[in-house]
């Protein structure tokens, strides 16, 4: 299990590490779309997004504007914009779970669909180390090693936060089990119950009609 444990944590940080490419979809007008994202919490993560304009050289249609929310897992809004072409959102994570970035387009007649562009970053790769080393004049090498020590401990708090998972796991499966053997006590207790009461009720019912 530790090794199982040690496996999913080491691609869990390789996942992190690698989520850097950003994503188009396309959005109908009068529509909404959502995207989700597991962060744990007190982890980075930040976010750009943008109308993909279909004719380069020209303004947008005043159509494609989007408005744009990021909810935590208990609905807390961490990010709001309305009637936008772009934007971007960074926060850290106080809650952990799945936050959720949802896109909505007004309704307009006749109805077409933009294309967005959304890049969401968390974790390690949510960090800019491009700017980090411009402003620290930190050496290639350096700037390498704390690229691996934010990667380690990515890891490190990836494996912690699956052992929770699995030691909460454990707990739910043995108060289960303790509660499934208590209804089956109590069952077999109601159905001795009721098998002795109509034993009884048909002693009495024999006895008065003096068949016994």
């Not at 159509?63 to 744009?68: A, L, N, P, Q």
Request: proline content about 2%.
């Amino acid at each position: 299990m530790k090794l199982q444990s040690l496996f999913i944590g080491l691609i869990s940080g390789l996942l992190l590490w690698n989520r850097v490419e950003s994503i188009q979809f396309d959005l109908e007008l009068g529509h909404t779309k959502c995207i989700t994202e597991d962060i744990k919490s007190n982890s980075m993560t930040v976010g750009k997004y943008h109308v993909v304009n279909p004719n380069e050289g020209h303004p947008l249609p005043d159509t494609h504007k989007i408005t744009v929310r990021v909810t935590s897992p208990h609905g807390n809004s961490y990010h709001y914009s309305d009637h936008v072409i772009e934007g971007q959102f960074a926060f850290q994570a106080v809650e952990g779970g799945d936050y959720m970035t949802c896109f909505f387009s007004a309704d307009h007649k006749p109805s077409t669909t933009m294309t967005i562009d959304f890049d969401w970053k968390s974790g390690v790769a949510a960090r800019d180390w491009t700017n980090i080393a411009k402003k620290g004049s930190v050496e290639l090498m350096e700037l390498e090693l704390k690229k691996m020590f934010d990667i380690v401990q990515s890891i490190h708090d990836e494996m912690f936060y699956l052992r929770e998972r699995e030691e909460e796991m454990q707990e739910l499966n043995k108060s289960t089990n303790s509660k499934m053997a208590w209804l089956s006590f109590l069952s077999l207790f109601v159905c001795l119950t009721v098998a002795g009461l109509q034993l009884w009720h048909l002693k009495s019912f024999f006895e008065k009609k003096k068949l016994i």
